[in-house]
């Protein structure tokens, strides 16, 4: 099997939407028929450039109508204790408003950027300065396709990160293991090799933990505060050499003293975390787990993620992410048969991917905050339950089912699995979430839009159940449906059993006299088999 | 994170068929109805209604200042002097002036003082990891630290004792869901061969709304290869949760909590008075599984100036809180002799704070189990926090040590496996990986588990020296040599055990 050669056909409309739903969460139906017989390479260049068009979006801005200054930007402004809590939700509606975006150029910047947001996670629950969540986020956004070593280093230091991993509290006399330790088994080498061999020692933690004193936050929700920043402080900093284990070569980084000292440290401690041969290997598994197939055998390890890292980490590339997305997603392993529909939907697949492919606006969030506000509500209060909480992991490792044992199965249970249900049934019936903004799929708006001269009744036939299904049904799953399974979702969900025929006299009375009666008479048949699609097992794969 | 071995479940062999669920048809209806509803019987067990309750504290509990040493309080306080309990705050067991309470923890002092609270000291498990993720599989899977397995023992113990699931079940002989997770994601520790063997829920009232009264399985027709064995796995979701909903309500509506829970967002009182709920209104599953979050606390722990209070204080309070309530209530419903619980975490802490206010990740920190079945309240002993420190006081400058182990995690497994449930003692072993020694958690009788001095703690079940409430017994193969005076309710010298006296010393009996 040729793995990470370019795929080379065009793409078909299955591998458009493949593509699609992998590298972005969840296309339109436009973008699908876009993508639709391109190269790999074309479109996932495509993807990767259209980043630059939302890399700098406008800031986020107070969504409370009843704040003085509503529509206002506030990370820019003093802090104000009062609103931590609120202002830090709308960071996140900001962000989850970003993926949601429907501007007709797909890109990978924000499931990229939420890869990254899993890896090196900070919560707003323990950072509480809505600042640093948002420095901290944008700065995930900034580099989430720019180079791995500076991505680790601007981390490291990052305020967020500082004081959700203690490193803030980290000083010579008392250092503080817990940002040492997550750096090397989470964000770098990972704490075993695929052979299960453990790849540091707990002295390389603490060798680590003391070159990282120093490092301190200003200004954390200091109410009033103009800012809030990372300083280093080198009275707190460890002077001494740092010796570790024979898994970085026994590597000594010199201990250093002055303003200067933690930077310099910091830059010897990611060259060794990075020249580790597993670090790049980590790196490159969890991102095939990611856009790929969470179950890597042997033959992958071997054969994709073995070269993968090689180039990763080679000279030419010096750890440049974009080039390693661009072949993993351009790949033949990629669009290989077996990964479509390997990995079950995280909650922001189904639900922002609903929004997307269902075509619901997004509001523009200066000019009409409010209604964004409600738009993003009822997409993150319905992911919340199902266990994706956006910017509040529940802890350093990320959302469960990107780590545990079973992987994506474990977004599914007894009871997410009626959450999902509930949510899906939610969708056919539009609903008003604002004056003038409506959730929902208007099934009737959608299949009269199928129809040739809609108002020639005499002179046009009526478009056949078959062909509703069909339109209805398209792109929704990532296999086409058995025979069988068509058959049953025609004839005894959405004719319950009626003869086929029976539609087309409904809808030709909808074209001729367009009532109340007419249209719920079409109406209840679309929602039914609408709600039953959604509710299949096979629309919780991608 | 470790990335081999890792429960596959895609592995799952291809001969599982779905019950054949067609077209809307209720599974209430088949369940009960059908002539698919096979006659598998319950795999026999000693003690078909008992029930273990499973408190996970995540993040990695603080023992130290949970159980607190008394008898050693001035190391105590060396080791931990910003977040160290003040003595005369700390609340007493028993007659005991060797050990207590955190003052958050009332609840679970009377409980101690009834009998009905074990601790069982120093848990951990050989090369311990300090990776929340990996200490926590290993707690969960019950595996040796260097190895990996795919399911988790409560989830093997179920799979073993319910063959067939989940495709036979629900079935006339088992109604109800085998186990019982309040919370969101199924925990590792419930995982059979294929999937989790419980039910995930949030309350009763959500799941049975949730899950409503039809399925939604259109045909069982499947695609190969990954995506096929993922749409499996939803059917089998969708399945099994429509089938428990309907049972899963009748008993809470049939259930009655009778005694008062803490409020004030006491989270794991919630969940616990939904499972009294559930016992009382005759729910026949087996294990109910219920967390307790926020247990990781490098830094805070306790408050400023006031090591009483903090957040590991209001987590302690939470816990005790919920269980003494839920014990009484049990109690009150006259379910309370067919109960246990138990805790676990991810591990303990440094014996040594850090200087946050907080603690690091460290080695063992005390089990606790409770319920009326228990025979024993305490296993393994205070560490004296100078000989059970790691490293050894004395070869290292630094002040940051661990506690050392005394009882393995899995000995407290075993003993519930075996006198609890009372699975067979070779069906233990295997479904543990291997054999551990009882630690007497339900037994009168304290036993020898190998040869060595009377007067040495690991020559007994129970981790301690036997004294003259013990009911002694010198297993077979064992000496166990006399170089004091010893005393014992009464001794037992099985045949091939030998009490080897080294000298003239008085061996003092109630018998």
């Known amino acids: 099997m040729p793995y990470l050669d370019p795929f080379s056909q065009p793409l078909s409309t299955k591998n458009a939407a493949h593509l699609l739903r992998r590298a972005t969460f969840g296309p339109t139906p436009d973008e699908i028929a876009d993508f639709t017989g391109l190269s790999a390479a074309e479109a996932v260049s495509a993807l990767i450039s259209n980043a630059a068009l939302t890399l700098s979006p406008p800031p986020p801005v107070v969504m409370d109508e009843a704040s003085p200054v509503a529509g206002q930007t506030f990370t820019d402004r003093p802090f104000d204790s009062g609103k931590s809590n609120e202002y830090s939700f709308y960071v996140k509606y900001w962000w989850i408003g970003l993926m949601a975006e429907q501007n007709g150029k797909p890109s990978v910047l924000e499931k990229l950027t939420a890869f990254w947001q899993n890896h090196f996670v900070t919560t707003q629950t323990v950072v509480t300065d809505y600042r640093l969540s948002y420095q901290y986020i944008s700065l995930l956004r900034k580099n989430s396709l720019g180079n791995f070593k500076t991505l680790v280093s601007e981390m490291t230091k990052d305020a967020a990160m500082l ?13 503080n293991e817990n940002y040492a330790r997550e750096l090397q088994e989470l964000f770098t080498v990972g704490q075993r090799n695929f052979a299960n061999v453990p790849n540091y020692t707990d002295a390389d933690v603490k060798a680590a933990a003391r070159l990282l004193t120093g490092w301190q936050v200003e200004n954390q929700s200091a109410h009033g505060s103009a800012s809030a920043r990372t300083v280093f402080n080198p009275d707190r900093h460890d002077t001494e050499d740092k010796q570790f284990s024979s898994h970085y070569n026994n590597t000594v980084i010199k201990g250093r003293a002055g303003a200067n000292a933690g930077d310099e440290e910091l830059t010897g401690l990611i060259d060794m975390l990075t020249r580790h041969p597993e670090c790049a290997r980590f790196i490159c598994r969890k991102l095939y787990r990611w856009y790929v197939n969470t179950d890597v055998p042997q033959d992958i390890e071997n054969n994709v993620i073995v070269p993968l890292a090689d180039f990763f980490a080679s000279a030419e590339n010096n750890f440049a992410l974009e080039p390693v997305l661009r072949k993993l997603l351009s790949s033949d392993i990629f669009f290989h048969s077996d990964n479509i529909g390997s990995i079950i939907k995280s909650p922001a697949e189904l639900l922002v991917g ?3 492919f269902f075509k619901q606006p997004v509001p523009d969030m200066k000019k009409e905050y409010v209604a964004f506000k409600k738009y993003v509500e009822y997409i993150h209060w319905r992911m919340y339950p199902m266990q994706l909480n956006l910017l509040d992991q529940p802890l350093v490792f990320g959302s469960l089912p990107y780590y545990q044992t079973g992987y994506s199965v474990n977004w599914i249970n007894s009871a997410s699995i009626g959450m999902r249900r509930m949510f899906t049934d939610q969708m056919v019936y539009p609903t008003e979430i604002h004056p003038n903004f409506k959730v929902g799929i208007d099934l009737v708006k959608w299949v009269s839009s199928l129809q040739p001269n809609f108002s020639d009744v005499e002179g046009t036939p009526p478009i056949t159940c078959e062909q509703v299904f069909d339109a209805l049904s398209k792109n929704l799953f990532v296999h086409d449906l058995f025979p069988s399974q068509r058959e049953f979702l025609i004839d005894k969900i959405m004719m319950y059993s009626a003869p086929r025929k029976s539609w087309e006299f409904e809808f030709n009375a909808y074209r001729k006299n367009q009532n109340q009666e007419t249209r719920g008479g079409i109406l209840w048949r679309l929602e039914a088999v609408m709600k039953y699609m959604m509710s299949m097992a096979e629309f919780q794969i991608f | 994170m470790s990335t081999i071995n890792r429960r596959d479940f895609l592995a799952a062999t291809s001969s599982m068929v779905l019950p054949v669920m067609l077209n809307g048809f209720g599974v209430k209806a088949f369940a009960r109805n059908s002539a698919l509803v096979n006659s598998l019987h319950e795999a026999v067990a000693a003690n078909p209604d008992r029930i273990l309750v499973i408190i996970y504290l995540n993040g990695g509990n603080d023992g130290l200042n949970m159980a607190i040493p008394v008898e050693h309080y001035s190391r105590y306080h060396a080791l931990r002097s910003n977040i160290a309990i003040p003595e005369n705050k700390v609340l007493p067991l028993g007659n005991s002036k060797q050990m207590g309470l955190h003052p958050a923890m009332p609840g679970m002092q009377q409980l101690y003082n009834e009998g009905k609270l074990a601790i069982v000291h120093s848990v951990s498990y050989p090369n311990p990891n300090l990776s929340h993720i990996r200490s926590t599989d290993i707690y969960m899977t019950g595996s040796d630290a260097n190895q990996y397995a795919s399911t988790g023992w409560a989830g093997r113990y179920l799979d073993d004792r319910f ?4 495709e036979n079940y629900p079935n006339d002989n088992m109604k109800d869901p085998l186990a019982i997770q309040i919370g969101h994601i199924a925990s590792t520790s419930l995982l059979g061969q294929r999937q989790s063997m419980g039910v995930v829920m949030a309350t009763p009232d959500e799941f049975y709304q949730l899950v409503g009264t039809q399925t939604n399985i259109p045909v069982d027709d499947l695609p190969c290869c990954y995506s ?23 008993a809470s509506e049939a259930g009655r909590n009778m005694a008062g829970y803490p409020e004030n967002g006491n989270e794991l009182a919630e969940q616990l008075k939904i499972v009294a709920r559930l016992i009382h209104g005759g729910l026949q599953s087996k294990i109910y599984y219920v967390e307790l979050g926020g247990f990781d606390l490098h830094s805070g722990q306790v408050d400023g100036n006031d090591p009483v209070n903090g957040a590991h204080a209001t987590l302690l309070s939470k816990l005790s809180g919920a269980v003494s309530a839920f014990q009484q209530d049990l109690k009150l419903q006259g379910t309370e002799d067919r109960v246990i619980g138990m805790t676990f975490s991810d591990f303990g802490r440094r014996a040594s704070s850090n200087a946050s206010k907080g603690t690091d990740h460290g080695i063992a920190a005390p089990m606790l189990v409770f319920g009326t079945g228990i025979k024993r309240q305490n296993i393994g002993t205070n560490p004296d926090l100078a000989n059970d420190l790691v490293p050894p006081p004395s070869s290292s400058g630094d002040n940051n040590y661990d506690i050392a182990m005394q009882i393995d995690f899995r000995r407290v497994y075993s003993d519930i496996l075996n006198n609890w449930f009372g699975a067979e003692s070779s069906k233990t072993d295997s479904l543990l990986f291997k054999s551990f020694k009882n630690v007497s958690l339900f037994s009168d009788v304290v036993e020898t588990i190998n040869s060595g001095p009377w007067g040495e703690k690991s020559v007994w079940s ?23 005076n010893i005393a014992a309710k009464k001794i037992n010298v099985d045949a091939g055990g030998e009490l080897y006296f080294q000298g003239n010393y008085k061996v003092d009996t109630r018998e």
């Open chain 1, 163 to 175: 004081i959700y991993q203690n490193g803030n509290q980290n000083e010579k006399d008392h250092p």
């Open chain 1, 354 to 356: 609903c929004m997307r």
């Open chain 2, 163 to 166: 063959p067939g699931y989940p």
């Open chain 2, 228 to 250: 096929g064995q993922l749409i499996k796995y939803v059917r089998e979701q969708q399945v099994l949760s429509i089938g428990y909903g309907s049972q899963i309500k009748r």
């Open chain 2, 462 to 484: 129970h981790g301690r020296v036997p004294d003259i409430n013990d009911l002694v017994r010198i297993n077979r193969g064992h000496t166990i040599s006399i170089n004091q």
